[in-house]
């Protein structure tokens, strides 16, 4: 069975003048997948991410996000997705509630959807204690934890996630991937990024990318043995460390 | 003693950022304080150096009162924040000059202290710091919380969103410094780093859950942990938590770490729990517990 790619992307590149922070990458991205998107600072993660969100241009090559083409439908690709980052992922000075109701109105849901939406996700992250106090009142864990949610609102195909578990603790830590597991159980396509090496393990597939090319993708098991080494950690450091 | 703290507490409004604190940490010693964001860390960080008051308890640093000898702590001790805080549009070299100048030196006289970290960043020193890497940046503001000779050396989360091949880097950097004299206070949020430091503090909601050396917090857990893996790994966590006298179950890496609150727990007895369920390629076995096992289980002990 032929399954469906929901990322597609062939040679896409971007030079800032003479430095190229994306060269030539190519992979596809499946449904339902959670695929994890590794690199070391500088390697072109975050570039290349911004290309794939609609909000940076390619130099050349293209790419495919939820069917649409990122450089010539850039505004479909980004009503299509769901997007969150640990820098920022909603508002402090509005409450539970009025974040929600906010992200739902900017996804174009009805007022009636919005409403619904709302219970069950109050219901499902058992926040209807706080759900009329400021965001930024909350715990950060519990912050991120909502904050997914809200970027599922539209009930995107694919929800990318940048860095969104970065200082946030060990346990909120695993209830948080504990959404993103069942979210992909549901047929959500994840697109991650993290720093926590264990958590790559976590993912279906990884690329790690190095010097803006993609270096090594595969499942966490196939690159542990590849790279002869027992952890994520391991293939990290070996990978990284051949630049030098 | 390097650092000395009694009974310290802090609150901001209704919130208690640090409840009853006490650590005495040596000289020469590399500690680390471990715990997530809004533990308190940073909370401690500026008691010690002096730029916030506590509302209760004592501390000092370097032989010297916080509260009444305050001036004298400033001249003793190097603090990197953890929010990058050197002047963006000065160059490298500029900077460095600038820290060495406040503090009565130059960069000559401690020059051997930095030379180490501070080669690495020298081809760029006349780039401005607003425009290094990460990486480089976070080089160049402990070169600066270096360069008048600190007795002790505050670092906060100095590690937090760096890749773990610079993560190594810098933690190399801090086990020389060490060698030569120097106290280092390092928070980082990163459970894995703190098999590195010599003792480290285990802090969550303003509360020391323990302090020890990593291998004696590791030895002493009471708890047997086993690792569970097989081919479907939401569905496996699922089926552990409905799992009788099931008290841990949390996802590390390739495995689930499980524990269990009943003392004639059975693995045999799980697995055939499991199969039941028709998990394949299923595997359990008995695992060592990691300084990230015991912060939550004391985390999760401590919250109910």
């Known amino acids: ?244 | 003693m390097s650092i000395s703290i009694k009974n310290i507490s802090k609150s901001y409004k209704k919130l208690k950022a640090l409840d009853d604190v006490s650590l005495e940490i040596e000289q020469g010693e590399l500690f680390g304080l471990i715990g997530p964001d809004g533990a308190g860390k940073t909370t401690l960080f500026r008691i010690l150096t002096t730029l916030l008051f506590a509302d209760e308890g004592t501390a000092s640093v370097a032989g010297y009162d916080v509260v009444k000898e305050y001036k004298s702590i400033r001249r003793s001790v190097g603090y990197m924040p953890g929010k990058f805080s050197l002047y963006q549009d000065l160059s490298v070299e500029e900077n460095l000059n600038f820290f060495a100048t406040i503090f009565g030196t130059t960069i000559e006289e401690n020059y051997d202290l930095i030379k180490d970290i501070y080669l690495q960043i020298e081809p760029f020193k006349d780039r401005r710091a607003g425009k290094l890497s990460g990486g480089m940046k976070q080089k160049l503001a402990l070169s600066c919380a270096l360069i008048h000779k600190p007795k002790v050396l505050f670092l906060d989360e100095p590690t937090t969103g760096v890749d773990p091949v610079s993560r190594k880097e810098f933690w190399e950097m801090l086990k020389r410094l060490r060698e030569k004299g120097i106290s280092i206070l390092v928070s980082t949020p990163y459970m894995d780093e703190a098999a590195l430091c010599d003792r480290i503090a285990l802090i969550q909601g303003g509360k020391i859950l323990r302090v020890d050396t990593p291998e004696n917090i590791i030895e002493k857990h009471p708890k047997q942990i086993y690792n569970v893996r097989s081919r479907e790994t939401y569905r496996l966590i699922q089926d552990l938590k409905d799992y009788p006298g099931s008290e841990n179950v949390f996802a590390f890496g390739e495995f689930i770490h499980f524990t269990s609150s009943e003392e004639t727990f059975e693995p045999q007895e799980l697995q055939e729990y499991l199969l039941e369920k028709k998990h394949e390629e299923l595997e359990i076995y008995p695992a060592n517990a990691s300084v990230e096992d015991v912060f939550m289980d004391l985390a999760s002990s401590s919250e109910t």
């Open chain 1, 1 to 244: 069975m032929e399954k469906e790619k929901v990322v597609e992307v062939n040679e896409l590149t971007k030079k800032f003048g003479d430095f190229t922070a994306v060269d030539h990458i190519s992979f596809d991205v499946y449904k339902g997948e959670i695929f994890g998107f590794l690199g070391a600072n500088g390697a072109g993660k975050t570039t290349a991410m911004k290309m794939l969100i609609g909000i940076s241009n390619p130099t050349s090559g293209e790419a495919r996000v939820s069917h649409f083409d990122v450089h010539h439908q850039a505004e479909e690709v980004k009503k299509n997705i769901g997007y969150m980052s640990q820098k920022f992922s909603m508002y402090d000075d509005l409450t539970i509630r009025e974040n929600i109701k906010f992200f739902g109105g900017i996804y174009g849901l009805s007022r009636k959807h919005i409403k619904e939406k709302t219970a069950n996700l109050i219901e499902e992250l058992q926040l209807q204690e706080v759900a009329d106090s400021l965001v930024g009142s909350l715990p950060l864990g519990w912050k991120q934890k909502l904050a997914f949610m809200v970027s599922l609102l539209h009930e995107p195909r694919i929800v990318f996630l940048d860095e969104p578990t970065g200082g946030v603790d060990p346990i909120t830590r695993r209830q948080f991937w504990e959404l993103i597991y069942a979210e992909a159980n549901k047929g959500t396509t994840i697109f991650v990024t993290t720093h926590y090496m264990d958590e790559a393990e976590y993912c279906d597939r990884v690329s790690i990318m190095v010097e803006g090319k993609i270096e090594a993708l595969d499942t966490p098991k196939k690159l542990k043995q590849s790279f002869k080494t027992d952890s994520m950690n391991g293939v990290f450091l070996k990978l990284a460390r051949n630049v030098e």
